[in-house]
């Protein structure tokens, strides 16, 4: 098991009957906003996150298909639940940017998925985060990069 606190709380609760959804609630509940779509964490690792939710009118558009910014929230609870399972405990992340692509209609539940290269946490300053959302069928519908500004924690006091 690992020594990450996020990491470890998700392996626990995730055995659980209905683990994955106490465990998203919680947090969810971390950044009320991610709350919106409520995602559920279907798989966290080291450099890796997977949530999905469900297409209902309270995130879909005036065409009927889910809105790109209910899924740009699951893509960043994706990349906050990824980056805070992943970094070194010495670091420390906040987003400077996002750039997305819209490439298909988003017509059912949707898939999202953050990840980066293992090691990238050293790599400076700004670590860039793969981010993609699938559609049921698998076809992607919102692929881009959420950027990271990575520094060092200061010391306590």
Request: proline share 8%.
């Given at each position: 098991?690992?020594d990450?606190y996020?990491?470890k709380l998700?392996?626990?609760?995730?055995r659980?009957?209905?683990?994955?959804?106490?465990?998203?609630?919680?947090?969810?509940?971390q950044?009320?906003?991610?709350?919106t779509v409520?995602?559920?964490?279907?798989?966290?690792?080291?450099?890796?996150c997977?949530?999905t939710?469900?297409?209902?009118?309270?995130?879909q558009?005036h065409?009927?298909?889910?809105h790109?910014?209910?899924?740009?929230n699951?893509?960043?609870?994706?990349?906050?639940?990824m980056?805070?399972?992943s970094?070194?405990?010495?670091?420390?992340?906040?987003?400077k940017?996002?750039?997305?692509?819209?490439?298909a209609?988003a017509d059912?539940d949707?898939?999202?998925?953050?990840?980066?290269?293992a090691g990238a946490?050293?790599?400076?300053?700004?670590v860039?985060?793969?981010?993609t959302?699938?559609r049921?069928?698998g076809?992607p519908?919102?692929?881009?990069?959420?950027?990271?500004?990575?520094?060092?924690?200061?010391?306590?006091?």
């Open positions: 098991m690992s990450n996020l990491l998700y392996q626990r609760t995730a659980l009957p209905k683990g994955k959804v106490l465990f998203s609630r919680l947090f969810a509940r950044a009320p906003y991610f709350g409520r995602p559920l964490v279907e798989e966290l690792r080291p450099d890796y997977r949530v939710f469900k297409k209902r009118k309270a995130v558009n065409i009927g298909t889910v790109v910014i209910a899924i740009c699951a893509l960043e609870a994706a990349m906050g639940a980056a805070e399972a970094i070194p405990k010495h670091l420390r992340w906040i987003p940017g996002m750039d997305v692509r819209y490439t209609k059912s949707i898939s999202a998925v953050a990840e980066v290269e946490w050293e790599n400076g300053p700004d860039p985060v793969a981010v959302a699938r049921a069928d076809t519908v919102v692929e881009g990069t959420i950027h990271l500004w990575v520094t060092e924690k200061p010391p306590r006091s």
